[in-house]
């Protein structure tokens, strides 16, 4: 496996996040692996905010949690055979290392001295007003959609198999079985499967030619006709449609909060450093 791909595999399991908990009893052991192990307390650290779509596949998956430990483990073997092998040691590892350390309590310092400041809603609608044209959008609709996932599109037997598959699915639709009560249950799609197949609103261009085509000729309350794309056999369900316009400041609001509040960050960090350079001068040589 290329380096770019493990790296977010094992590296990303440390950087998740949920809304559990800490448990009660925060010194027992979830997991061993060699002279390491983890902790309730210090998983439900690694677990804190994380976003709800993901806390809630956490919550209907056990078997997540199951994987987080696994990778974990795996983490952590590695870790000690890179140490046993005396990798930290080396001068252009500890440089990384430095830096790594250096981001770390940067971000923290950042966190702990700026951000204290407050948006206000006038501050929000005068963003929205001189930034209006970056919310116009062209037609959009609002879609539901159920996926079989079509893992080797050479496979014939497995093409037509999924193909079985939506097709059913499409006439227990037709029968009057809630749409989003069988995204939950048989779609394949992880994004939207825990929110009923909903995909919100999208314009054109935003989804493979095949999805579009099918979802920009549906009418609003129809389901569409089973179709293949690269990624397998979708039923569509158009839930809502609007014309050209702009997203309305309510839809946006929190996005533009956050910009604004990055904005305001940024400007707290460059008064920070202005102040902190009288302590320790700059020269560059």
Known sequence: MQKKTILPLLCGLLFLSTSFALAEDGSKVLVTAGADSLTQAQFDQMLVGMPPQLKAMMDSQPELQQSMLNRWADFSILTQEAKAQGIDKEASIQNKLKDMTGRILVEEFIIRNTGKTEVADAAIQAYY????????????????????????????????????????????????????????????????????????????????PEFETAAFATKKGDVCEPFQTQFGWHVIKVTDSKGPGFTPLAEVRDDIKNKVQAESQQAEVESILANLKKKFPVTIH
């Open 129 to 208: 007003d001189s930034h209006k044209a970056e919310y116009a959008h062209d037609e959009m609709v609002k879609a539901q959609h159920i996926l079989i996932k079509v893992t080797d599109a050479g496979n014939d037997e497995q093409v037509a198999a999924a193909k079985a598959k939506i097709t059913d699915i499409k006439n227990r639709l037709n029968k009057g079985e809630a749409f989003d009560v069988l995204a939950q249950k048989l779609s394949d799609d992880p994004g939207s499967k825990m929110n009923g197949g909903d995909l919100g609103f999208f314009g054109r261009g935003s989804m493979v």
